[in-house]
Structure formats: C-alpha cells, structure tokens
C-alpha cells in the first residue's frame, strides 16, 4: 500500500505561510530594542568574566533606596505657600464691633468688647488654617511654611498656625480674671467670628517641590575611563554593583540609536530561522498536522501567546520570566497530538523567548529538561490525575536541577537563592491554568483529549447505559467489536483510546430500531424477512444517519461521529444486495437503498474498526471455531476490504495490516476456545491410579 502523502495545496499553503510571518511580527513588535550588555551578574554572586575596566568615563547611578531616603529628607524640609486673606480678619472683626454697638452694649461690659478685639486680631495674625490642610502638612512631617502677603513671603512655624477649633480654644484660655467664659461663649458668641484665613497655594507648593528634587543629584561619584571596576572570582558587593549597573545604563545609552536597527535585524535573523524550522518540522514530519490549518493556528497561538508574556515580563521589574509556566506549551500539545510535536513547539518557544532572558544558558537548560521531563511523563494523558503528577514533577525538576547548575557555577550551597524556589513554586501553580485551557482548545478548535475520550467510554454515561438498555445484543457486538479494535491500535502505536471510544458508539443507530438487527431478536425470527428486499436494505442503511443524528443530538465529538460514518464505508448492505441481484439478474440495484453513505475510512483508527466490526459480526456465523476457520474467514473479509477500495485513503502500511490481522486472529481463538466440560458429581465413587488417568484423558 502507497505511503501516504498529503497533497499540494498552493492557497492553503500561501494561507499557512501568512500565519507564520504575522505571528513573527507580533513578537518581534513585543520583543526590546535596546543594545544588550554582554555581561551578566547578581549583587552577592561572583564575578564570572575577566578583569573589567571601564571604556569610558561614566557616573555612578545612586542605589534607589539611597535616592529615595534622600528624596524624603529634602522634601522634608520644603516650605509650601499659604496665602493670607486680609479681608477675613477685617470683616469678622468689623462685624464683632457692630454687633456688640447694636445688641451686646447693654449687657456686655466694655472691657469684653477689648478683649475679643485683642484676641481677634492675635489669632487672625497668627493665622487660622483648614485642618485638613493642616493634617496633610503633619503627615509630610513639615515644620514650617511660607505665608504669603503679596508681595511679602514670610517663612512661619507650623504650629504656630491655628485651626478655628484651636483658635477657639486659644481665645478661651487663660482668662483674665474678670472675663468670664460663660459670656465670651453665650452672649458674644466668638465662634461666629472665626473663620479660615489662610489657603494653601498647592500649585506653587507643588512647583516648588519639584524644583527642589530637580536639584537633587542622581549621581554619587564618577569612573574614570581605565578604571579597575570587577576581576574574575571577586564578590560583587553593593558598591561593585552600584558601578556594574551604571555602566549597563550608559552603554544601553550610548548604543540605543546605533544598535536599534542591528538589534532588529538580529531579532528578526532569529526568529524567522526559527519560524521556518518549526514550518519544515511540522510540513515534512506531521503531514496530518499540517493539512489542516486550524492545527497551525492553534500550534501558532501557543507559541506567540508564550513569547509576547515573557516580553511583558521581561519589561516589568517586578516579576521574573521563571514564574511563567512554559511546561504547559507540552503538555497541552502533547493533550491533542504528539510528544514529538510538543517537544519540538516547546523547544522552539524557549529558544525565541532565551533572547530576552537575562542568562539565557541558565534559561534553556532548565525550560528544556523540564520540557522533556513533561512530555516524557506525558506519553499518553488519560486521567486528570496525570496532570497533577504532571505538574508535581515539573516543580521537582525545576528544584533539582536549579540546584545542580547553581552547585556547579557557585560551587557552594550559601550561594543558592531561595527565592528561585518561589518562583518554581508560583510557576507549579500557574500550570493548572492547564485545565482550563484544555477545555477551551477543545470547543474552540474542535479537538476531542483523551481525558474526553475516556469520559465519553464510561459505560455508566446516559447515552451508553440507554444504549444498553435498549439494544442489548448490538452493545454487546460493540463492546466486542471495542476490545478487538484497540488491541489492534495497540500494536501498530495508532490512538487505541479513540478506536475503543469510536467503537462503542459506532452502531448507536439501531437505537431506533433495535428489533430489525439480528443481535437483539431473542426469538429468532426477522421482520425484516417479511418486508421488500430494497425496504430492508433501507432501513440496514439509515442505521449510519440515525446514528449521526443521535451523535448530535448528544453532542459527541467529530472524532466519535467519524466512526460512525465510516465503520461501513461506501460498501453495500451485503445481505440484501446479494438478494436483490439474484432476484434481479443483470440490474444493478439503488445505491441510496443498499449502499452506506460513507465516507471510507480515512484514518487508522477508522480503518481498524471497520475492520473489526466486519469480522466480529461475521465470526458469529462460523460453524466450528478452529485455527484455520478464523484465519480464513479474517483473511478473506480483509482481501475482500482492499480489494474494493475501502482502505485506500488511509495511511497504513501492509505490515501494519498484517499485524492487525494476527491481533484478531489472537482474540478470535481466545474469545472462541474450547472449554472444559466438567464432569458431573458421583456418590461412592472408589478413584485409582487409573481412574485418575482416565480422567484426566
């Protein structure tokens, strides 16, 4: 049989070729220009190159927290303005003076009307302020501030000022001995006199802030051109790297305009490289991936959805590119295709992402064992429970061999930085986004896991357990039918999960009418017999359409529906044909009524259950069940399968045939053997030596 070879489609792969350059563009979009300092190192780590000295004069940057500390304490010292309003002193106590000439003389001796008006004007001079004002000046820690009577700025102490609650109490404190409190407050009323008359100038504060931390240097000292800055082995101190991190600027400064475009030119040298490997890899090695486009998206999604997060990442200070869970690239691949393709995908997705990393040696050994170690722990996904060891082994890896490259580039354990574990540890988390994502691929792309798969085999679902309970006999034929197929799938490395999923479902149409299937007439007759061949044969034929019409009132995958399309291909109900040509010498009979819709199988899978649903449902009519009458009847029905074209879409070989065949020759004798009769129980019987032989005979 021809290896298969999947044709030639120039749109489609103009179509494909079009998706790569715009995923290459996303990325390159996302990834940094700046000119990259060659050199790579970590405040309390040993220098790991040779003497450095400095190639040009450059000022040494202060260490943020020294530069903010400094911040805080100048602006400690920052006077804001305050603007006096002379009016308010004069109104309120112009208003004082006419309420006492008009209502209080009477009541109010003179000398009150004296002591209110010294008062006054000793608060108001003072200054009277809003206490939310005041509050905000506290919690900047402020001692003083500028009070401003245009065009006069005089500097004043904060506390000092009053708030109209303090002024008040200012007023009614300390009392001569012959003002009394009851009547400032009763009769006089003061508090009616007291309002703010000073207003913070926030705009001018707020200037004047930044002119002062304008003048505040961000520099602490200068390295003169040739100056010994690090050699080899030497710790990097907090001074070392003070210097080492001022140099990185200045380069990333000075190379900025000149390196921009050659950064880009490299970027897009790397990137597009390997791009047109992964395009190569997936056209030549994974035909039945590359065939249909949405696989490419799909594969394409992965890949830039991983690469435009580690450039956010990697821009962001804050967070670390080893949080991000690249492991789950493999495992979702490996979820709906292959190890090979998963590994391949991810090994790509980390080499386009170690351009940005900040040691990429570092980076690519562990996003590549841990890769491996995921696919390997992945061959074939199950159950759920396969994901969560996933994961617990993708934190161990991690774990050990940071340890092990940590071991070997320090050379000592104090050297190790914890924090990494956290990282490992955030990164685990963020793998069971796995789950989810799993779930969303399959609705959108229309893929069927293996996970999905199995839950769809459980024979207690409602569909399977109806299935049952209303055509016993062909349920019991496809559970049959099952085990034969996914032996076979089994031994020639094809999706044994999918054939023993497909075939439990493959004859879901006699549900409808279970009575006209011989598998479930109990009684031995078959209405069927009574009707019109071609009738007959209909009603043979429709089991495929009903079939898929359950399927979708059901919902259940394409994959499974494939199944049920295929199992007879576009062969004719054998029976009732033979009938109908007997019946009618020299006239070919209607293929709506006596042949199957197909399509033919058209992949391994599909192509195994035909085979299997053929000789299951024919091995019931052998008369004796011997080794050469089950060779016989598998060969012939095979021969007979090829012979008519059914198998000619499908990517198999002769030996993979052949394999398939001994596999259910192997079960029919098992299925099929001889059995012991046992003898019945005698009373009084006297066994010998030679009735036991006998017996045994």
Excluded at 114 to 119: G, K, R, V
Excluded at 145 to 171: G, N
Excluded at 196 to 210: A, H, M
Aim: hydrophobic letters at 40%; one cysteine or more; aromatic letters at 12%.
């Amino acid at each position: 049989m021809a290896k298969f070879k999947p044709k030639l489609n120039t749109a489609s792969t103009i179509f494909k070729i079009f998706l790569f350059v715009v995923a290459a563009g996303l990325i390159l979009y996302a990834f940094p220009r700046e000119g990259r300092f060659r050199y790579q190192f970590q405040e309390g780590k040993p220098w790991r190159y040779g003497l450095l000295t400095a190639p040009y004069s450059f000022p040494v940057i202060k260490d943020q927290k020294e530069l903010a500390a400094e911040k805080d304490s100048l602006l400690r010292t920052h006077k804001p303005y305050v603007v006096v309003d002379a009016t308010v002193s004069t109104e309120m106590i112009g208003n004082f003076n006419r309420n006492y000439d008009l209502y209080l003389r009477a009541t109010v001796p003179p000398r009150y009307k004296t002591y209110i008006n010294d008062q006054l004007a000793l608060v108001y001079g003072a200054g009277i302020i809003s206490a939310s004002v005041r509050n905000e000046f506290q919690k900047e820690k402020l001692k003083s501030l500028l009070m401003v009577t245009k065009p006069i700025a005089e500097t004043r102490d904060l506390s000092s000022v009053f708030t109209i609650k303090e002024a008040y109490s200012a007023i009614l404190s300390n009392l001569p001995a012959r003002i009394h409190r009851d009547t400032l407050v009763r009769i006089c009323k003061i508090e009616e006199y007291l309002r703010e008359n000073l207003s913070y100038d926030r705009e001018t504060s707020e200037q004047s802030k930044e002119a002062m931390i304008g003048e505040l240097s961000e520099t602490s000292g200068l390295v003169q051109r040739g100056e010994r800055i690090i050699d080899k082995g030497e710790i990097v101190n907090a001074i070392t790297f003070l210097k080492l991190s001022s140099l990185k600027k200045a380069a990333e400064e000075r190379n900025i305009n000149s390196t921009e475009n050659w950064v880009l030119t490299g970027q897009i040298i790397w990137v597009a490289g390997l791009f047109l490997m992964l395009f190569l890899f997936i056209r030549y090695f994974t035909p039945e991936i590359y065939n249909k486009t949405h696989n490419i998206l799909f594969l394409l999604i992965l890949v830039t959805s991983l690469s435009l997060l580690s450039a956010l990442v990697e821009r962001n200070s804050t967070l670390n590119l080893y949080m991000i869970p690249y492991a789950i690239l493999p495992v979702i691949i490996c979820t709906f295709f292959n190890a090979r393709t998963a590994y391949f995908t991810h090994l790509i997705t980390v080499l386009i992402c170690s351009v940005i990393a900040p040691f990429p040696f570092e980076f690519l050994t562990l996003q590549l064992t841990v890769g491996m170690a995921v696919v390997l722990s992945l061959k074939e996904l199950t159950q759920r429970s396969q994901l969560f060891l996933c994961i617990v082994w993708s934190f161990v890896c991690y774990s050990v061999f940071y340890t092990g490259i940590a071991f070997i580039q320090e050379g000592a354990p104090n050297q190790l930085q914890w924090q990494m574990y956290v990282l490992f540890a955030i990164n685990a988390v963020l793998m069971f986004t796995a789950y989810l994502l799993i779930y969303l691929f399959e609705w959108i792309f229309g893929y069927t896991s293996n996970v999905t798969l199995m839950e769809l085999s459980n024979i207690n679902s409602p569909l399977l357990r109806l299935f049952s309970e209303s055509s016993p006999g062909t349920f019991q034929h496809s559970m049959q039918v099952s085990n034969l197929a996914a032996a076979a799938a089994q031994e020639i490395n094809a999706n044994a999960q999918l054939v023993r999923t497909g075939a439990l479902y493959h004859d879901l149409g006699k549900m409808q009418n279970p009575a006209y299937f011989t598998e479930n007439q109990a009684n031995g007759q078959n209405p069927l017999d009574q009707m019109e061949t071609e009738k007959a044969a209909k009603i043979i034929v429709d089991h495929v359409n009903n079939g898929l019409k359950l399927a979708n009132q059901y919902h259940l995958p394409k994959v499974v529906k494939d199944f049920i399309a295929t199992h007879h291909g576009t062969g004719p109900t054998r029976y009732f044909y033979t009938i109908y040509k007997n019946e009618h010498p020299g006239q070919e009979p209607p293929k709506e009524a006596f042949y199957y819709p197909g399509p033919n199988p058209f992949s391994k899978e599909t192509a195994i259950l035909m085979m299997a649903d053929t000789i299951e449902a024919a091995s019931h009519s052998l008369t004796e069940y011997s080794e050469s009458s089950i060779s016989e009847l598998v060969e012939k029905l095979i021969g007979r399968q090829i012979q008519e074209g059914a198998y000619k879409n499908v990517p198999i070989t002769f030996q993979e045939l052949e394999i398939i065949k001994s596999v259910f020759k192997q079960k029919l004798k098992s299925i099929y053997h001889t059995r012991i009769a046992y003898p019945e129980e005698k009373k009084k019987v006297v066994r010998n030596t030679s009735d036991k032989k006998t017996n045994r005979k």
